[in-house]
T-cell receptor
Framework: DAMVIQNPRYQVTQFGKPVTLSCSQT?????MYWYQQKSSQAPKLLFH???????NEADTPDNFQSRRPNTSFCFLDIRSPGLGDTAMYLC????????????FGDGTRLSIL | DAKTTQPPSMDCAEGRAANLPCNHS???????VYWYRQIHSQGPQYIIH???NNETNEMASLIITEDRKSSTLILPHATLRDTAVYYC??????????FGTGTSLTVIP
């Protein structure tokens, strides 16, 4: 049974049109992460939430925002997507207080046209 | 930034053991070594992790050198379904992951 669920699996949007990707988890984990993975590259961490505390990576563009309204859900908002934002976006969770691994969803493949 | 170095690609014959190396010479004393794999169009799948001791589970074995500067993931009997990109990640427990470039493993019939 899927424990980290990302919707939709595929999303197509227009250049400059805001888009929101969603992630939900049934693990009750404290930490939720968002990664960007471009074609033939490794996943790159964008930001993460530890409970309600937001932690942005230094090189994450301002165009990318996130919301975590409760433990189970986390959203990735791209305010004005550019062609370079075409990528797979991965959500992951972890307990955050021990060495147990992160659990990943299957991602949302976003295409900007 | 990623703290690991892996060969970009490897081949392995089906049924043989696949040994995937990883260098992490700057690992600190309290950082763990995690291994994940990613099959095309799916999210990374957890395989195994360890701190100092060798570890084994139903999927693989992890061998960490005594100085902890390198490790090897062993898939004991590779199958075609093991074809994937394998990532070695060094991280503090409960902390964020910075992926390296990974090793693309191809299992050959």
């Amino acid at each position: 049974d899927a424990m980290v669920i990302q919707n939709p699996r595929y999303q197509v949007t227009q250049f400059g049109k805001p888009v929101t990707l969603s992630c939900s988890q049934t693990l009750n984990h404290n930490v939720m992460y968002w990664y960007q993975q471009k074609s033939s590259q490794a996943p790159k961490l964008l930001f993460h939430y530890y409970d309600k505390d937001f932690n942005n990576e230094a090189d994450t563009p301002d165009n990318f925002q996130s919301r975590r309204p409760n433990t189970s859900f986390c959203f990735l908002d791209i305010r004005s997507p550019g062609l370079g934002d075409t990528a797979m976006y991965l959500c992951a969770t972890s307990r955050g207080r021990d060495n147990q691994p992160q659990h990943f969803g299957d991602g949302t493949r976003l295409s900007i046209l | 930034d990623a703290k690991t170095t892996q060969p970009p690609s490897m081949d392995c014959a089906e049924g043989r053991a696949a040994n995937l190396p990883c260098n992490h010479s700057t690992i600190s004393g309290n950082e763990y070594v995690y291994w994940y794999r990613q099959i095309h169009s799916q999210g990374p799948q957890y395989i195994i992790h360890g701190l100092k001791n060798n570890e084994t589970n139903e999927m693989a074995s992890l061998i960490i050198t005594e100085d902890r500067k390198s490790s090897t993931l062993i898939l004991p009997h590779a199958t075609l379904r093991d074809t994937a990109v394998y990532y070695c990640i060094v991280a503090l427990w409960g902390n964020q992951f910075y992926f390296g470039t990974g090793t693309s493993l191809t299992v050959i019939p």
